[in-house]
């Protein structure tokens, strides 16, 4: 049974940052690709960024890039977002999640197994 919680989440002001994580339980986190998602109140969740299994190719939302990064460390199970130059548009519910496969990766069906999310509030 796989299990992912994420933690880090908080309230910044504009230009700041946060570290979000994610620790992830169950067998074979390194044969998983991992995404982070995130829902802001009245718009549809949206991919923020993704990493392959082993941590090579990275792909992120043209909102994020250049100032998110996602990595992850496979002996520890854990993903982590590192967020720079916060903006107050980067306010939502921040999900990480699971799933096997190489479909377009901010495609959040294709996903199996959710966290349950850690607000970020970012201020202006």
């Known amino acids: 049974q796989v299990q992912l919680v994420e933690s880090g989440g908080g309230s910044v002001q504009a230009g700041g940052s946060l570290r979000l994580s994610c620790a992830a339980s169950g067998y074979g986190y390194n044969t998983y690709f991992m995404g982070w998602f995130r829902q802001a109140p009245g718009k549809e969740r949206e991919g923020v960024a993704g990493?392959?299994?082993?941590?090579?190719?990275?792909y992120y939302a043209d909102s994020v890039k250049g100032r998110f990064t996602i990595s992850r460390d496979n002996a520890e199970s854990t993903l982590t977002l590192q967020m720079h130059h916060l903006k107050p548009e980067d306010t939502a519910i921040y999900y990480c999640a699971e799933r096997q496969g190489w479909d377009p990766w901010s495609l959040g069906s294709t996903y199996n197994y959710w966290g349950q999310g850690t607000q970020v509030t970012v201020s202006s």
């Open positions: 990493i392959s299994p082993g941590g090579a190719t990275t």
